[in-house]
């Protein structure tokens, strides 16, 4: 009997078998669908083995068995097929029900190939006892069965190539590649019986792929990575089941300058993980675990962490951990599963109650506000891709001139229908994930074109003011980018006037100070913006190389209605004035405030009572029908 290969195949299998069972595993739907398709390949390599030794006794078995043995060694040909299509289908159709409609139609297609085998007539060839096989239509419809199977497989790994893992498509595609090689030259010459082996190969070449258990185990702590916490919570979503998850971070070390009992502590840490039975625990970072469990676990986990965190660890018992813990009672409050890991990180970054309580509940509405920051960085890339960050100007006033002396450029984006969005909505946003650098370089841009194109000086105006957020001031290569940009534009630098605000930390203000320097070296003058609200002090106004102070809006309020901040900013302007400085009041709404302001000696006024913010064109109009009479005058 020509039963080698099979026996080769069988022996791989094994050994396959035995590596994949010694490792813990999640569960996963493609887990599933592999053990299928390993028992599938290799039952179907022992029915080779079975009807090569029907066919060598055929003389002495009833013919009923040797059909029996032969036909069924063929259906399990289709079979394989039918599950090296579902092994496809359950990365493609995650939903389940797409999943459950797609089965049911193969299902179909199998059930009947396997009847069509089983009816048709089957044809051996015995003549010689090293090389029997068999042939006619019972074969000849497994092959047509398995090229439509082949054909609907090639289609979805083509077809839904974004939706697969770039590995599995991989895997599969030199599987059937594999198989349908072998299937060729077995169909050209019956005697080299390759299917089967070929078989076991692509469940190898899967197996060292995809589905070693191990990919999926952190080898510092021996639980699943994060990279399986992905796939699990994709595999939640895509099923009508749902989850529980608490995710737990801790400082480490645990135990600084004692790398013996840190470790010590780590591995009580992760054993206590791994003694969960009730979850499955999976590692990130270092100090970061995630548990995941059903919903009606969550509560009995919570209390299960927490009273093992109130005692101490370590051998000696002498040292405490609190973790800051995010409880998700039900982990599709998210609208997709790579959405969960993302609020996680999000709700840990900005919830104040996680530093007070060191525990919070990730909810719907911390989801939501996920989502809206998310939309709001989207709607701001998108504006700065298609150039709808535009620029309006609020004039300023000059006291002792009596007429409109400069303009403060105020950022705004145009959403993708049409409105108006204030920086107010979009500059927090913007400054946390850095996309504040490229609007401020769009701003900074479009106000030295609109200097060198409309010529606000034949109009009256001194120069503009251009706000500088903290991280624009201290980044490094900010006066270099600005004086470039004047350059091309060919503004005066005088014309230019930028506002800066306080540095959060002493290594930003430096990086500050030298982009002001050389920017005042090259003739830019400087403002302190938005002084009086706590981000500006006195101390910080004697340190900057600024020529004006702005009085921020609420200070301004502030002094008309609270008797105490009147004194303090009649105090603070007489500091300012005397370290030669002037002052520009913001806010500025009616007519006794501007009077109120010009009996203190304020400079220049800015508010709704002269002008709001306006687009360019209306800016030029506001300021020639106000100045150019005093100008010609």
């Known amino acids: 009997m020509n039963i080698k290969m099979q026996c080769c195949g069988i022996i791989l299998l094994v050994i396959i078998f035995f590596f994949y069972q010694k490792n813990s595993k999640i569960n996963l739907n493609t887990e599933k669908a592999f053990l299928r398709i390993y028992f599938a390949i290799s039952s179907g390599l022992i029915l080779d083995v079975l009807s090569m030794v029907a066919l060598h006794?055929?003389?002495?078995?009833?013919?009923?068995?040797?059909?029996?043995?032969?036909?069924?060694?063929?259906?399990?040909?289709i079979v394989i097929a039918f599950l090296g299509?579902?092994?496809?289908?359950?990365?493609?159709?995650?939903?389940?029900?797409?999943?459950?409609?797609?089965?049911?139609?193969?299902?179909?297609?199998?059930?009947?190939?396997?009847?069509?085998?089983?009816?048709?007539?089957i044809?051996?060839?015995?003549?010689?006892?090293?090389?029997?096989?068999t042939y006619g239509p019972s074969v000849l419809t497994t092959y047509i069965f398995c090229i439509i199977y082949f054909m609907v497989i090639f289609y979805l790994l083509f077809r839904h190539k974004d939706k697969l893992n770039p590995r599995r498509r991989r895997a599969a595609l030199i599987w059937m590649l594999l198989w349908v090689i072998s299937a060729i030259i077995q169909f050209f010459d019956n005697k080299l019986l390759l299917v089967g082996y070929a078989s076991a190969l692509g469940v190898l070449i899967i197996y060292l792929s995809l589905e070693n258990p191990e990919t999926n185990i952190d080898r510092r702590t021996g639980l699943f990575t994060s990279g399986a916490l992905v796939q699990y919570l994709r595999q939640i979503y895509g099923s009508n089941d749902d989850a529980s998850l608490i995710d737990m971070v801790m400082t480490t070390p645990f135990v600084p300058n004692d790398k013996e009992k840190d470790s010590l502590i780590t591995h009580e840490i992760i054993e206590f993980a791994s003694s969960i039975s009730e979850a499955l625990a999976f590692s990130g970072t270092e100090g970061k675990l995630t548990f995941v469990t059903k919903q009606e676990n969550y509560r009995t986990l919570i209390e299960m962490i927490e009273e093992r965190f109130d005692q101490p660890w370590g051998s000696s018992k002498d040292y405490m951990i609190s973790p800051n813990i995010i409880g998700m009672p039900s982990v599709k409050v998210c609208k997709h599963a790579d959405d969960v890991v993302p609020c996680i990180m999000y709700a840990r970054k900005?919830?104040?109650?996680?530093?007070?309580?060191?525990?919070?509940?990730?909810?719907?509405?911390?989801?939501?506000?996920?989502?809206?920051?998310?939309?709001?960085?989207?709607?701001i890339s998108d504006a700065i891709t298609e150039d709808r960050i535009v620029v309006f100007y609020q004039p300023i006033y000059s006291v002792e001139e009596k007429r409109f002396i400069s303009a403060e450029a105020l950022v705004r984006i145009i959403d993708d229908n049409g409105r108006i969005v204030p920086p107010g909505a979009f500059i927090s946003t913007a400054e946390q994930n850095g996309m504040i650098l490229k609007i401020g370089e769009m701003v900074f841009k479009k106000v030295c074109h609109f200097i060198s194109s409309r010529y606000p000086e034949n109009?009256?105006?001194?120069?503009?003011?251009?706000?500088?957020?903290?991280?624009?001031?201290?980044?490094?290569?900010?006066?270099?980018?600005?004086?470039?940009?004047?350059?091309?534009?060919?503004?005066?630098?005088?014309?230019?006037?930028?506002?800066?605000?306080?540095?959060?930390s002493i290594y930003e203000k430096k990086l500050m100070?030298?982009?002001?320097?050389?920017?005042?070296?090259?003739?830019?003058?400087?403002?302190?913006?938005?002084?009086?609200?706590?981000?500006?002090n006195l101390n910080y106004v004697v340190d900057m190389p600024v020529e004006l102070v702005k009085f921020d809006r609420d200070m301004?309020?502030?002094?008309?209605?609270?008797?105490?901040?009147?004194?303090?900013?009649?105090?603070?302007?007489?500091?300012?004035?005397?370290?030669?400085?002037?002052?520009?009041?913001?806010?500025i709404e009616t007519k006794e405030m501007l009077e109120a302001m010009e009996n203190l000696g304020i400079s220049f006024i800015q508010g709704f009572y002269f002008s709001r913010p306006i687009p360019e064109d209306d800016f030029i109009n506001f300021i020639n029908e106000k100045n150019m009479p005093m100008v010609n005058g």
């Open 57 to 77: 006794y055929i003389n002495t078995l009833p013919v009923w068995l040797v059909n029996f043995a032969c036909k069924t060694y063929l259906a399990s040909l």
């Open 459 to 504: 109009y009256g105006l001194k120069y503009i003011e251009v706000n500088l957020s903290t991280i624009q001031a201290s980044y490094e290569f900010l006066a270099d980018s600005f004086i470039e940009i004047m350059e091309w534009y060919n503004v005066d630098p005088s014309m230019i006037n930028l506002e800066i605000t306080e540095s959060a």
């Open 513 to 536: 100070l030298d982009n002001m320097n050389k920017l005042i070296d090259y003739g830019v003058n400087f403002s302190l913006d938005d002084f009086g609200t706590g981000n500006s």
């Open 123 to 133: 044809h051996k060839n015995t003549n010689d006892p090293f090389n029997t096989f």
């Open 350 to 379: 900005s919830s104040i109650d996680l530093a007070e309580t060191g525990m919070i509940t990730l909810d719907k509405t911390i989801v939501s506000q996920m989502y809206e920051e998310q939309n709001l960085e989207q709607m």
């Open 85 to 121: 299509l579902l092994y496809i289908c359950s990365d493609v159709f995650i939903q389940t029900r797409l999943y459950e409609k797609r089965v049911t139609i193969y299902l179909s297609i199998l059930f009947t190939g396997v009847i069509l085998i089983y009816l048709l007539p």
């Open 556 to 587: 301004i309020v502030s002094y008309f209605e609270n008797g105490k901040a009147k004194y303090v900013m009649e105090a603070a302007m007489h500091m300012i004035h005397g370290l030669k400085l002037k002052i520009v009041s913001e806010g």
